[in-house]
């Protein structure tokens, strides 16, 4: 079965320091990951997406994450982080079921931002 | 208005009341989501719909009722909640036919007393 594992609950960085989310995921075919963030009482906002080809991929907000096969992640990174990005991130794998597509969630990684 | 809008935003309402969740997207897609979202658990996805065809139904109790006239709009009926069903509802939406990211509203936040 699809799942995707996001092994830190929460991550507290300081303002300008880089950050890296770690998500790991259970699909048994080409994946196609998905990063996204959710502000306090908002819904979720698509960073970034993996589909095919280059394995490093640029998303909003200066965000980018890396397709690791041999390791089965997809991490997120972001080499200097703002106070802004204080919010919860969601790893997502698309997983097709009966004829139609779905995305797989992980229980997601609150980030704090220190001033 | 364009993307996906959910109403209402908040929604507070005793076990034994009916209500209804709405969903509307504005871009053209056919396929629409309810997931629901209750603290520390992962995004749990309840309904999908396709073209208007209930896809999923992902085991979900009864008291939830979707319903999708067409296929911009969709709706979550509401019935002899359980506290426990307090959460916040995500609906989404996403083109079908490959593997597009999904689309979603701000969420209703809902509180059964």
């Known amino acids: 079965a699809q799942s995707v594992t996001q092994p830190d609950i929460h991550i507290t960085v300081s303002e300008g320091a880089s950050l890296e989310l770690r998500c790991n995921y259970s699909?048994?075919?080409?994946?196609?990951l998905f990063w996204y963030v959710q502000s306090p009482g908002q819904g979720l906002q698509l960073l970034l997406k993996?589909?095919?080809?280059?394995?490093l991929v640029q998303g909003i907000k200066g965000f980018e994450a890396e397709f690791k096969r041999s390791q089965s992640s997809f991490n997120l990174r972001k080499p200097s982080v703002h106070w802004s990005d204080a919010a919860e991130y969601f790893c997502?794998?698309?997983?097709?079921?009966?004829?139609?597509?779905?995305?797989?969630f992980g229980a997601g990684t609150r980030l704090a931002v220190h001033p | 208005e364009t993307g996906v809008t959910q109403t209402p935003r908040h929604l507070v309402m005793g076990m034994t009341n009916k209500k209804s969740l709405k969903c509307e997207q504005h871009?053209?897609?056919?396929?629409m989501y309810w997931y629901k979202q209750s603290a520390k658990k992962p995004l749990e996805l309840m309904f999908v719909?396709?073209?208007?065809?209930?896809?999923e139904n992902n085991s979900v109790p009864s008291r939830f009722s979707p319903e999708c006239p067409n296929s911009s709009h969709l709706f979550l009926h509401l019935h002899t909640l359980q506290p426990e069903d307090s959460a916040l509802y995500l609906c989404?939406?996403?083109?079908?036919?490959?593997?597009?990211?999904?689309?979603f509203g701000e969420g209703s936040r809902l509180t059964v007393l």
């Open positions: 699909y048994g075919a080409t994946p196609y």
């Open positions: 871009l053209g897609h056919n396929a």
């Open positions: 989404a939406s996403r083109a079908s036919g490959g593997p597009g990211e999904l689309f």
């Open positions: 997502a794998v698309g997983a097709r079921s009966g004829g139609y597509n779905k995305l797989i």
């Open positions: 993996y589909f095919s080809g280059d394995t």
């Open positions: 719909y396709s073209l208007e065809e209930r896809v």
